[in-house]
């Protein structure tokens, strides 16, 4: 029986997704309970005494064998048994769930907001090289580049919170009223999504410079075609396939940056729950956020990877 | 030879990139080793009936909630981001071409499994692993070095593999080996040389990302530890004094911009410099 390529693809890619998991899963759990340090110590306090140590190792089962702790962790996650939060006392998968309404809404918002600015802001680029609208593009993105988010989202709260007063300086309202809870979410995502479309703007840019050379774009050219067909209709779409792997490379990023971001909106997000377990030292919530937040990753490359495979227009081109 | 020197003494002249990238650079670079000598104020001893106070002729940035002088603190903090930046670049640089010209020297299952390690690494940014050494390890400027360090190895590694690979397929590294020469003389004496601009190139980029990886790490409070100043550091602090003063959220930023800025411009003017149409002029 002969699978359709593109289901082979899609095999092969889950294969991998598995396994990248299965490594960054080994990598949280050696770091956190195999390499020197004593997690039972970290949890419990350097103040403690030995018998509080104690206690803390029997509840967390940390003097089990570390094979038969690490099997308990990944079967646990697997039916969605978090643990128990060393600090909140409660199941650590209730605090990560009211904590994704907001994280996730929050990046999907930023990474809208990146390709929205950045795709038409690359073509525009592209289309004009090398002359005054390029080059002010390209100064822009440079000095995006060089703008760490979190800073650009202290200068927000400057001004639309405290100097025009638009916008209430942090806190999230819930969403059980949307309007509010969008508007809390917007200068967050602002902040986050325009430091990515720096970025995704350049790429966008010489993606496009690349295909205006090739030669089907010089056939259309020479077929009459109008340059509207040709710009969107050829290079724009043929661009997309390199850019559609930078912003899977750039969710990472995007992840990372609504850790610190939330800290600065005061929003009850994953970012804020992890930042609050390092105070707390609450190792089991930090362990399943760094797996979470690994897999989300993975998650976005696997769905970037399979649109990508569909909107290539070139036959069999699916790796 | 003379006019070889005389052709890129003025292509270093004509390009604004590279200056601006050199001037910034420079600038950075000496405050940091000016502080070590002089700052205005104390950069850490608190003065408080002076705190948060805006900019005047004794304290030309103000003075943050501990009435310490900002632009004191700015050019030791200059320290503090050139030092974790260098040293997480420097650990990522030398262990990522060794694992990269390991990878392009040997290929098949080594090179496939160096390969697999680096995706994964590059799944897991910086604040991860940090998030990761510092739950176990506490914060502190050495474990950030070592999250950063981290996550620069497979950049370095991959560029170096790309790279030397196609060094390895040009006639004169085939005619070496062909002549008995080892894989690891090869790849000192041909390979190597052939890729340095390349990776000097990449080291002034990572630098920059490293400068704001450093920031964000303090920010969230896992790099460098008070009282020894940090850019990241005073934006956090200004998070909550920034309502009284407002210039306690802009310096740090402007620094941290300016550096970044500046570092990216250099590694743009030097790619543009070390092209390799250039190097028979040398």
């Known amino acids: 029986m002969r699978v359709s390529p593109m ?21 949280v759990f050696v770091v956190l ?133 638009w916008f209430n300086a942090g806190g999230f309202p819930g969403w059980d009223e949307p309007l509010a809870a969008l508007q809390s979410l917007l200068l967050p995502a602002l902040a986050l999504g ?37 710009v969107w209709g050829h290079v ?44 707390n030292r609450d190792l089991i919530i930090i362990k399943d956020l760094v797996i979470l937040i690994t897999a989300m990753v993975v998650a976005v490359n696997l769905a970037v990877d399979l649109l990508q495979a569909a909107i290539d227009p070139r036959p069999g081109h699916h790796g | ?57 004794e304290h030309w940035l103000g003075t943050d909630h501990y009435g310490r002088d900002v632009l004191s603190r700015l050019m030791v903090g200059a320290r503090s981001s050139i ?61 950030a070095i070592i999250a950063i360090g981290i996550f620069n190895v497979p950049v370095f590694a991959r560029v170096t593999r790309a790279a030397a690979r196609q060094a390895w397929a040009r006639d004169y590294v085939r005619a070496a080996l062909a002549l008995g020469c080892s894989p690891l003389a090869v790849t000192w004496r041909h390979v190597l040389p052939n890729i340095a601009s390349l990776l000097i190139v990449q080291a002034t980029i990572q630098f920059a990302v490293a400068i704001l990886a450093e920031a964000a790490l303090s920010f969230l409070g896992l790099g460098v530890q008070p009282p020894q100043p940090s850019w990241g550091r005073m934006l956090n602090d200004a998070l909550t004094y920034m309502y009284v003063a407002p210039g306690i959220a802009i310096y740090p930023g402007l620094a941290i911009v300016l550096a970044v800025l500046g570092l990216n411009l250099l590694g743009d003017g030097l790619r543009d410099l070390l092209d390799p149409r250039l190097r028979r002029l040398r």
């Open chain 1, 194 to 230: 325009l430091s990515q479309a720096s970025i995704l703007t350049r790429v966008m840019r010489s993606a496009a410079l690349d295909t205006l050379r090739e030669d089907y774009v010089r056939t259309a050219w020479a077929k009459g075609l109008t340059r509207r067909r040709i």
């Open chain 1, 33 to 165: 309970e195999i390499l020197p340090g004593d997690p039972a110590q970290v949890m419990a306090g350097y103040e403690a005494s030995p018998e509080t140590v104690e206690v803390l190792r029997k509840l967390y089962g940390l003097d089990r064998p570390p094979v038969e702790r690490y099997l308990d962790w990944i079967g646990g996650l697997l039916v969605g048994d978090f643990g128990i939060s060393h600090a909140y006392h409660v199941p650590a998968a209730n605090l990560i769930a009211e904590r994704l309404p907001v994280t996730l809404p929050l990046a999907a918002m930023a990474l809208t907001i990146a390709i929205a600015v950045a795709l038409p802001l690359g073509m525009f680029a592209a289309t004009h090289h090398n002359r005054r609208g390029d080059l002010t593009v390209m100064a822009a993105s440079q000095l995006g580049i060089a703008v760490p988010e979190f800073w650009f989202g202290i200068l927000l709260v400057l001004l639309f919170s405290v100097t025009l007063g």
């Open chain 2, 83 to 143: 030092v974790v930046g260098l040293v997480a670049v420097g650990l990522g640089l030398s262990l990522g071409v060794v694992l990269g010209a390991l990878a392009a020297a040997r290929g098949g299952w080594l090179d496939e499994l160096l390969s697999r390690i680096s995706d994964l690494v590059f799944a897991f940014p910086a604040v991860l692993s940090a998030v990761l050494i510092t739950a176990i390890y506490g914060p502190g400027a050495v474990n």
């Open chain 1, 236 to 279: 724009f779409r043929n661009a997309l396939i390199p850019v559609t792997t930078i912003i899977g490379l750039q969710m990472a990023f995007l992840i990372a940056g609504t850790i610190v971001i939330e800290n600065i909106f005061f929003l009850p997000g994953l970012g804020q729950l992890m930042v609050g377990a390092i105070a």
């Open chain 2, 1 to 57: 030879m003379v006019e070889a020197a005389h052709s890129l003494v003025r292509r270093v002249a004509a390009s604004r990139t590279f200056l601006a990238g050199a001037l910034l650079t420079g600038l950075l670079v000496a405050t940091a080793v000016v502080s070590l000598f002089w700052t205005p104020y104390d950069a850490i001893v608190p003065d408080m009936p002076i705190k948060l106070q805006g900019s005047s002729a």
């Open chain 1, 7 to 27: 289901l082979e693809h899609l095999i092969r890619r889950l294969l991998s997704v598995a396994v990248t998991l299965f490594a960054a899963s080994l990598v």
